[in-house]
């Protein structure tokens, strides 16, 4: 990675606590020789615990909310003021590295904890959350932890089960949780000042241009599908070519054309898994089905993709005596960031670098719990570059220098957050 700017010492120390506190969290694991954690494990509380004492050791006072994300306040200049929220998550994915979601919960207390001497300085709470199941690894649903603060947790979540048949409810009472109660962790607008989320960029670009920081723009929209291409099963030695109706065959070239399609559109489209029947070596493919998960900055964007890409696989399908079946899976809307929050950060980002050049710009292809607390309040996430882009996986790598570059700009951003208030009167 290109060097950063000069960073005082006592930023990079807090920076070294931080770091230290990822490699702590790292050792909390269902894996034995890697990093998994998911929503109401026992890995879940052991790291729930300690976090607590960390909120508690920064001056905040703590809960566990009724969906079971950690909660830390700090009281601004009175008591009962609406809250700007900074967090992250403390959920992986399997095999996971250890500073997605973690990187920007344990940022979020350590600026927590330098503002906790001037807290009467400031005119709103300070609420530090650190959100569960952003993955959506157990369940399958994603962005639980935010979505109930959001207040948009619904009963259809419920009956969803993990690769052991628990279903979320009978997992909830497990953990201690009452699901009647799930609807308090939700907040109302006007206890609400906006939410800020620092994170890893998961993405080459900072690092291209050289660069610690970044500002995110909007966090992309996802449609995912489940694509099925029918066709016949027969002998592979005793059909010929003519005669054949490969399943596989049409899928590859579906498969080719998505990436195809994606690029020329600057759209992120990824066939993630890909699956055969019957799957014998001396048989043609009968059946093929794969995914599809496809991003972009705009929902427009997105879905006129998706409009040629299913012309596309259409045609393919047709040209070859096959049946296409589609069933979208998820959808989620693009989420754009709100100016006033993305300038207090950009100004954060150039308080923290010493420099007066306009901070890089971004939009993130991947998702984050400020795409569930947007339904709630105004966002903005400042990145922090990644090394090779690298994320959900061992190799995730990030600068102590950088950590501690975003430390500062992240504490500046709520500074200049506090200014733009007080001058709104």
């Known amino acids: 990675m290109s060097p950063t700017p000069t960073v005082p010492d006592a930023s990079l120390a807090d920076a070294r606590r931080v770091m230290e506190r990822c490699d702590e969290l790292a050792t909390y694991s269902a894996m034995p020789d890697g990093i998994e954690r998911v929503y109401l494990s026992p890995e879940h509380a052991r790291v729930d615990a ?8 920064a001056g905040l006072e703590t809960w566990q909310d009724a969906a079971g994300s950690r909660v830390g306040r700090l009281d601004g200049a009175t008591p009962g003021l609406p809250a700007l929220i900074l967090g992250s998550h403390l959920d992986t994915v399997p095999d996971a590295g250890r500073y997605d979601g973690i990187l920007g919960v344990l940022t979020s207390i350590e600026v927590a904890r330098r503002l906790a001497p001037r807290a009467s300085e400031l005119p709103f709470a300070i609420e530090v959350y650190a959100f569960h199941e952003e993955e959506g690894v157990r369940f399958g649903a994603t962005l639980l932890g935010s979505r109930a603060l959001a207040g948009t947790w ?3 979540l419920w009956p969803l089960e993990d690769a052991h048949g628990v279903t979320l409810e009978q997992a909830f009472r497990d953990f201690g949780l009452d699901p009647a109660r799930v609807g308090e962790a939700a907040k109302a607008a006007d206890e609400v000042v906006g939410y800020l989320e620092a994170h890893i960029e998961q993405g080459p670009y900072l690092e291209a241009a050289g660069l610690p920081l970044g500002v995110v723009t909007s966090i992309a929209g996802a449609r995912r599908f489940g694509i099925t291409v029918t066709g016949e099963a027969r002998h592979a030695g005793g059909t ?8 596989l065959v049409g899928a590859s070239e579906a498969v080719v054309a998505i990436e195809r399609i994606g690029k020329e559109r600057d759209v992120v489209a990824t066939v993630g898994r890909l699956t055969v029947q019957p799957g014998a070596v001396n048989v043609v493919p009968g059946q093929a089905e794969f995914s599809l998960d496809l991003r972009a900055e705009t929902d427009a964007a997105r879905d006129s993709a998706w409009t040629e890409i299913e012309a596309a696989l259409t045609e393919i399908c047709e040209r070859r005596g096959l049946t296409l079946t589609v069933n979208q899976l998820h959808g989620a809307h693009s989420v754009a960031c709100a100016p006033a929050l993305m300038d207090a950060v950009a100004a954060g980002i150039q308080e923290a670098t010493g420099t007066t050049d306009t901070p890089m710009a971004m939009w993130s292809r991947a998702g984050h719990d400020a795409m569930a607390v947007a339904d709630l309040c105004d966002i903005a996430m400042l990145f922090t570059r990644c090394h090779d882009g690298i994320s959900h996986a061992p190799d995730e790598s990030v600068l102590t220098e950088d950590v501690a570059l975003a430390i500062d700009a992240f504490e500046d951003a709520v500074w200049a957050v506090a200014r733009e208030r007080r001058s709104d009167g």
């Open 154 to 156: 619904t009963d259809d």
């Open 240 to 247: 010929p070519y003519p005669r054949r109706k490969d399943a």
């Open 50 to 57: 300690v976090a607590e004492g960390w909120m508690r050791e």
